[in-house]
Structure formats: structure tokens, C-alpha cells
């Protein structure tokens, strides 16, 4: 439903018998896919999912935006260095929905925001963002100092700021690194500002999935 909502066409709907009035309700722009009707195991087999969904439908995969159109009009954007687990990828594309977040920009070592299963962790709101992919960490960390942006790359490490003390700016950049490693030194001085998420004593750090909740919703709150 969020595909249809924001504009995408499917190719392909797979649905039960009994669902077909429901896709006379939801109107023309089903008009050009394929439909065809199907039992629960066929419905099943389609998803992977334990469940059979009463409609299933198939998108073609949305084209990546170019980070410069990205970063124009989007004020709100998190970047992702070497997030490569498809899992983590998709809870983060959910709480960035959630707290107003509308572009997310990869690394050429981030997982694919369109994996099936980062795109079922998301609840397929991933939809709903500006997605860019680039390599060139310099030339972004430069485009968006000149667009306005404050970066904020966020760490575990104890002489970083506390998140709690940031009072960000109207255009934001939230960073955030690995599972592994975190964020590279050279990431850390092209973001400019090193942000924390205080923890209990003796804890090493956050999975970067809930670190990004954590994140986005403490600035949202602060820009009112
Ligand atoms: C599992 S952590 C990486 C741990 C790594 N040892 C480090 O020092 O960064 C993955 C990512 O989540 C974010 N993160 C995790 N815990 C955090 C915290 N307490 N404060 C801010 N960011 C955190 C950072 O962006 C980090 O790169």
C-alpha cells in the first residue's frame, strides 16, 4: 500500500479470489498490471513470508536519485558508511520515516535499501525516501557544507558531544558507521561534528539501527 500511495505502479498482482473487490477499490493506476488470482501456498511462496498475504504485488525497483538532487531538497538526510547488513538498513529507513528523515545516502558498502529483506524490516517505507548512492565521500561531506547542512557522525566514543546538548541546525545530516569498526577517522572530520548516545557504564555501544532511532528522534524534538 505505501508503493501505491506515493505513486509507484505495479507490474505484477498475485492476489486471493476473495481480495478482488478490494483492488476494484483501489483504483485506476492498477490499471496496467498483470493480476492473477492464486491459492495461499502460491501467495506464500511469493513472499517467503510464514504468512500468505491476501494481495501481493510486484514494483519495479525505484531508480536511485543523484546525491546533489538528494541534498537540495531534502533537509533532513541520514548517511550510511558500510552498513551492510540489509536488516539493520531497513529498521534504520523505518525510523527515518518516522522522525521525518526523507533522504537516505549509501556508501558504496551499504547494503541495498531494496533487499527483500531490508524492504520488509522497513514495512516498505522505504518508499517514501530519496535514496543516493555514492563513493565519493569527500565530494558529499563538501556538498553538503555548502548546501547549509550540519553533519553529525555518530559514535560511541567518550569525548564525542552529547546528543543531548546538540541544538542542530534546519538541515541535518545524521551519519552513521558499521557494525564493526563505526565511522572511519577520515568520515569523523568530513562530518565536522562528533555526537554520542550516552550509556550505561562498561556497555561498548548501540546496534547502529537503534543508535539511528535514538538519533533522529533527538534532533527531531530539538528542531521542534
Ligand atoms: C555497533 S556501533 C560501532 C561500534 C564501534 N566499535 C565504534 O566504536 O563505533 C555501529 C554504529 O552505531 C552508531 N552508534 C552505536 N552506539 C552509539 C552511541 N552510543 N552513540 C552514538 N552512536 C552510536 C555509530 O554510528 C556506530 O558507527
Known sequence: MRALEVGHVPELIICDEA?????????????TATVVTADEATRKAATGLGVALPIVALFPKPPLVDHSELIARNDRIIILSQVDNPTNVGAIVRSAAAFGFTGLVLDGESSDPFARRALRVAMGTTFQLDIARTGDAEELFATLRSAGFDSYAMTPASDAVDLSGVKAG?????????????????????????????????????????????????????NG
Open 19 to 31: 481480495a478482488l473487490p478490494t483492488l476494484e477499490g483501489i483504483g485506476d493506476h492498477l490499471s
Open 170 to 222: 534546519r538541515r541535518v545530516a545524521l551519519v552513521l558507521g558499521s557494525e564493526r569498526d563505526g565511522l572511519s577517522d577520515d568520515w569523523m572530520r568530513l562530518a565536522g561534528h562528533r555526537v554520542r548516545i550516552p550509556m550505561a557504564a562498561g556497555v561498548d555501544s548501540l546496534n547502529v539501527a537503534a543508535a539511528a532511532a535514538v538519533a533522529c528522534y533527538g534532533l527531531t524534538r530539538r
